[in-house]
């Protein structure tokens, strides 16, 4: 008997291991020739964490080239930059392209996750020339928890206070946000009158009922007229994050004169569009930065 228990363990904690390190989920990024990729490279290191990024750029083009940073979703609590690929578009344009991982609630509450998107794109622009990379270029997007990190690290532009070691890094410029269904007011999903959610709630952790400090994490509240020109896309049948986050950004947007785009996916769900909705969507975002003054 004692010799079956402790085959069973062994399996079962052969099985953890293999769980924890299970990679099918991570999506090959296809990069063009002259590409380099540079995998995992660290922005931060805080306690025994370690921030990482994958960084593919292309050393051999006649000029540094422009950058957009990808930050996957997940509420905040899940989610990993391997499970991110699909960048053709912007590498024909191109790009660099940086994916970025950030730590999760269960590793640390707000502000965390925006401090370490900041981290990683200041450690490009502290690198960049070695990255052969235009760090008066740059480009954030991302969806759902990404598209709210994507714009808090635009919309903060320069001001340092998520900045951490990297206070001192200047010397650049973010040009525009592309935002997929993101979270715009964190108080207003964590109580608000559409969708509440736990996620909200438990990334704010201790300050759960803090409402000026869910502001102070919240993007809807750093629009000004000169923040980066942003393109907003939302299925009007989100049931995850509501619909109507992106309707009032849009409208802070219009009413401080920013210059933005709102493309409505009629019956989109959260994300996951049909094919030919994708499609379109990722036409008028290349569409959107090629009519970006940095590209005139």
Same mark, same amino acid.
């Given at each position: 008997?004692r ?7 062994a ?6 291991l293999?769980?924890q ?17 540079? *995998? ?16 593919y ?25 391997? %499970?991110?690929?699909g ?16 730590r999760?609630?269960?590793?640390a509450?707000?502000?965390?996750? *925006?401090?370490?998107?900041?981290a ?17 270029? *740059?480009v954030?997007m991302? %969806? ?8 808090m ?41 559409n ?9 704010? %952790? ?8 869910a502001?102070?994490?919240?993007? *809807? ?19 995850t ?29 959260? %994300? ?10 990722t036409?008028?975002?290349v569409?959107?930065?090629?009519n970006?003054d940095?590209?005139?």
């Amino acid at each position: 008997m004692r010799n079956i228990m402790a085959a069973v363990v062994a399996l079962l904690f052969t099985a953890t291991l293999l769980a924890q390190t299970d990679t099918s989920t991570a999506k090959r990024v296809v990069y063009p020739k002259g590409y380099e990729e540079k *995998i995992d490279a660290v922005y931060s290191e805080i306690g025994d964490w370690k921030g990482r990024e994958d960084i593919y750029y292309n050393p051999t083009s006649a000029k540094p080239t422009p950058i957009i940073f990808n930050i996957h979703g997940g509420g905040w609590n899940h989610g990993v930059k391997e %499970g991110q690929s699909g960048f053709a578009a912007f590498f024909k344009m191109g790009f660099a392209v940086a994916n970025i991982e950030y730590r999760l609630t269960g590793q640390a509450k707000a502000p965390a996750a *925006i401090e370490d998107v900041r981290a990683a794109i200041l450690y490009v622009v502290q690198h960049a020339k070695s990255l052969h990379i235009d760090p008066n270029k *740059i480009v954030v997007m991302g %969806g759902s928890a990404g598209g709210h990190l994507a714009l808090m690290a635009g919309l903060l532009q320069n001001d340092t206070q998520f900045d951490g070691v990297y206070k001192r890094v200047n010397g650049y410029t973010i040009i525009a946000i592309i935002d997929k269904y993101g979270i715009t007011d964190v108080w207003d999903w964590a109580y608000g009158p559409n969708i509440r959610s736990k996620s909200a709630t438990n990334w704010l %952790g201790d300050k759960a009922k803090d409402e000026a400090f869910a502001k102070s994490v919240s993007p *809807i509240y750093y629009v000004k007229k000169t923040s980066p020109p942003t393109f907003i896309v939302h299925g009007d049948a989100d049931p995850t994050v509501p619909y109507q986050q992106s309707v009032d950004l849009k409208k802070k947007y219009d009413e401080v004169g920013c210059k933005s785009e709102f493309m409505t996916i009629a019956g989109g769900k959260h %994300g996951g569009f049909e094919k030919d909705k994708n499609t379109e969507m990722t036409n008028a975002i290349v569409a959107f930065i090629k009519n970006l003054d940095a590209f005139k």
